[in-house]
């Protein structure tokens, strides 16, 4: 019995010391805290953004249907259903199925690729533009003539920190797919509530700055 | 213990070729790298082909090791089918089932395909970010309550995370007064110059 199970059964309350007052072990309180730091970090980038946005007289809006909003709608599904996968992936790994997780984890890795192919062809698109962090693509600057050249800076930075969140995502679930059998189940609930965050994040930067630069033109 | 039983299964020569083949599948995994690397558009026919052939000679090189430990009933990374005895131990705590779960996430894609609706109907801009955004704090309650399991953990972790995060996000938004400000401090405003250049008549914003 590990010694975090012994202290779960002591009788001893909160105040008495000796039991843990959150009933969770410290590897997963810290997941938790370090989820709480980076939402933080992503909030302080989407504030700066949309201060930017608002303190211009205009603003680029300058994404179509297609491609932009079909492939960053796509990708939103995938990661939402990457994040289902996820959770099965846990609820297996809790009824001690470590084949099942580790096939669950697979897909969830699969999906995680799928966002990340789409998401560079995406930027591929918007790079071909000419669209670069301190300069507006060629035909933006015409259409919204007094906006500032911070359209590229936010996009980039903002998805780009994301994207690495992604791969890191990828990497990490890898490493727990390949020693599920060495690992214990907590472990596997932390990668996923890394992943589940990183899903959360995309739900806030999907309508911030797809969703929000919506060209009615395209 | 395990590298003495490895070493004691093992021939020398053995050992040479699959250090040999090991150096070779790092050796093209590096090769695969630097095309990437290299390639100007990563998604050309080109690059894609060389990259392909570089990973798959490094799979194939990997390959002879795997199987030599495999059929010498080595697995390092293979599944026991018994439960390992520290999972056994450990008291987990898991609800739901794969309905629940399944539920959360049609409701998650439903509100997704809402929002991208929404996007395309013409109201005034703060209607639009207060509907995206109140949808979008539905859908990150929905996740961090169903899929990261708060909802099934104790009231103190969760009085713990969410008002610290609720709290400090809200204190970001002490910079917004100063972002209006900045656009009335401007004397005149380009597009009204622009407008006044051009026709002489009374600039409209937009």
């Given at each position: 019995m590990s010694t975090e199970a012994q202290i779960g059964r002591l009788p001893a309350t909160e105040w008495d010391g000796g039991a843990l007052p959150f009933r969770v072990g410290h590897r997963k309180l810290g997941m938790w805290l370090f989820i709480v730091s980076d939402a933080m970090t992503f909030s302080a980038m989407l504030v700066a953004y949309s201060y930017a946005r608002v303190a211009s007289d205009d603003w680029p809006t300058p994404?179509?249907?297609?491609?932009s909003i079909i492939f960053s709608t796509t990708m939103t599904l995938f990661l939402l259903a990457s994040s289902f996968t996820m959770v099965m992936a846990v609820r297996a790994s809790a009824h001690n199925r470590l084949k099942a997780a580790r096939r669950w984890i697979m897909a969830t890795m699969l999906g995680g690729l799928v966002f990340l192919v789409l998401h560079s062809i995406e930027w591929g698109h918007l790079i071909e533009e000419g669209l670069r962090p301190f300069r507006l693509a060629g035909e933006w600057a015409h259409r919204w003539p007094n906006s500032p050249p911070l359209f590229g800076a936010s996009f980039f930075a903002i998805t780009g920190l994301h994207m690495f969140h992604v791969f890191t995502g990828v990497c990490y679930l890898g490493v727990v797919a390949l020693r599920i059998s060495k690992t214990r189940h907590e472990d596997v609930e932390i990668s996923g509530l890394y992943w589940h965050f990183v899903d959360l994040v995309w739900m806030f930067v999907f309508p911030l700055i797809y969703l929000m630069s919506v060209d009615f033109k395209g | 213990m395990a590298n003495e039983s490895i070493r004691d299964l093992m021939r020398k020569s053995d050992l040479v070729l699959m250090a040999v083949c090991l150096a070779l599948a790092a050796g093209f995994l590096l090769l695969a790298g630097k095309n990437a690397a290299d390639a100007?558009?990563?998604?050309?026919i080109d690059s894609l082909f060389f990259t392909a052939v570089c990973l798959l000679l490094a799979l194939t090189f990997v390959a002879v090791p795997a199987l030599a430990l495999r059929s010498r009933g080595?697995?390092?990374f293979g599944v026991p089918d018994e439960v390992p005895p520290a999972r056994a131990a450990e008291h987990v705590h898991f609800e739901g089932g794969m309905r629940l779960f399944l539920n959360v996430l049609l409701g998650l894609l439903g509100l997704t395909v809402i929002e991208v609706f929404l996007a395309y109907i013409h109201v005034p801009l703060h209607i639009m970010l207060t509907l995206l955004i109140g949808l979008s704090l539905i859908k990150a309650a929905m996740i961090v309550a169903y899929f990261m399991h708060l909802r099934f953990e104790r009231m103190s972790l969760v009085l713990t995370l969410i008002p610290t995060l609720a709290v400090c996000i809200c204190l970001l938004f002490i910079v917004f007064p100063d972002s209006f400000r900045t656009q009335r401090l401007r004397a005149v405003k380009p597009s009204a110059v622009e407008a006044a250049g051009e026709a002489g008549a009374p600039a409209s914003h937009e």
């Open positions: 994404f179509p249907f297609y491609p | 100007g558009k990563f998604f050309s080595i697995h390092p």
